[in-house]
């Protein structure tokens, strides 16, 4: 782990729709999708609704106001007992900020998170290739090997 300006992490909320958007564009670079995470960047509002929304959890690690880090999460309420899931849905750290343990104090943050919410279990998905992250997530938690399928919906009728 190289040395460098701390970092903070912020837990995002409803007037913090900037700092989404600055994840957003880490995302997109991080991830090698630009378009994806920038080509049709949600409104203000919408953000600051998704922020607002108490199954929603977005992390920004911080440093000098810039976001460097961040994770986006979503709480799951099961129905089979009174108690609820968090499926880890994105994280990245800026390529300049890796190897300084940004990752693993946003999935720390999580972890505090989920234990305040009464939430058993983070679950998170990585695929096959992504060395760096599997090898994040196997140092923190017990692998399942799962299918994963994507259904296509039908495009709605205005």
């Known amino acids: 782990m190289t040395t460098s300006a701390p970092f903070s992490i912020r837990t995002l909320g409803t007037g913090d729709a900037t700092l989404l ?47 460097v880090g961040g994770l986006a999460a979503y709480e799951l309420p099961k129905f089979e007992r009174e108690r609820s899931e968090i499926y880890l849905y994105d994280l990245a750290v800026a390529e300049a900020h890796r190897r300084r343990g940004i990752a693993t104090a946003l999935i720390e943050a999580l972890r505090r998170i989920a234990t305040a919410r009464g ?40």
């Open 21 to 67: 958007e600055g994840m957003l564009t880490m995302f997109g670079e991080a991830f090698g999708e630009p378009e994806t995470y920038s080509g049709a960047r949600p409104r203000p509002a919408y953000l600051g609704r998704l922020l607002g929304d108490p199954h929603f959890i977005a992390l920004a690690a911080l440093e000098a106001g810039t976001v």
């Open 119 to 158: 939430a058993w279990v983070i679950f998170v998905q990585a695929d096959p290739g992504d060395d760096p992250a599997i090898a994040l997530y196997a140092g923190l938690g017990t692998r399942e090997d799962v299918l994963h399928f994507d259904i296509a919906v039908p495009p709605g009728q205005a």
